[in-house]
Nanobody, 121 residues
Framework: QVQLVESGGGLVQAGGSLRLSCAAS????????MGWYRQAPGKQRELVAG???????NYADSVKGRFTISRDNAKNTVYLQMNSLKPEDTAVYYC???????????????WGQGIQVTVSS
């Protein structure tokens, strides 16, 4: 089985910073793309940032220049450094990873349980 466990969320004032972490564990052979999504109340889940195994990244326009995604392949962990946070960044943040499990022939996308980030004005 595979698990993604997120940490690092919480309450912060506008202009502040938070760092999210997501660690994958289980019967993992390799992890391809990893990413962070978020879902605000009444809105659809949206991609915040993604990173490929080789390190190439992509960001939503709303977070470019403020958020940085990175990963540690040895630890099967992805990070999201969030700076200059705004109230509109308030959402539940979800980790996603494309994982090849032992005994499988193809990779599958897995989700974390989600973590709350609240930015007060």
């Amino acid at each position: 089985q595979v698990q993604l466990v997120e940490s690092g969320g919480g309450l912060v004032q506008a202009g502040g910073s938070l760092r999210l972490s997501c660690a994958a564990s289980g019967s993992i052979i390799s992890i391809n793309a990893m990413g962070w999504y978020r879902q605000a109340p009444g809105k659809q889940r949206e991609l915040v940032a993604g990173i490929r195994r080789g390190g190439s990244t992509n960001y939503a326009d709303s977070v470019k220049g403020r958020f940085t995604i990175s990963r540690d392949n040895a630890k099967n962990t992805v990070y999201l450094q969030m700076n200059s946070l705004k109230p509109e960044d308030t959402a539940v943040y979800y980790c996603n990873a494309d994982i090849l499990r032992r005994g499988s022939y193809y990779s599958v996308g897995y989700w974390g349980q989600g973590i709350q980030v609240t930015v007060s004005s």
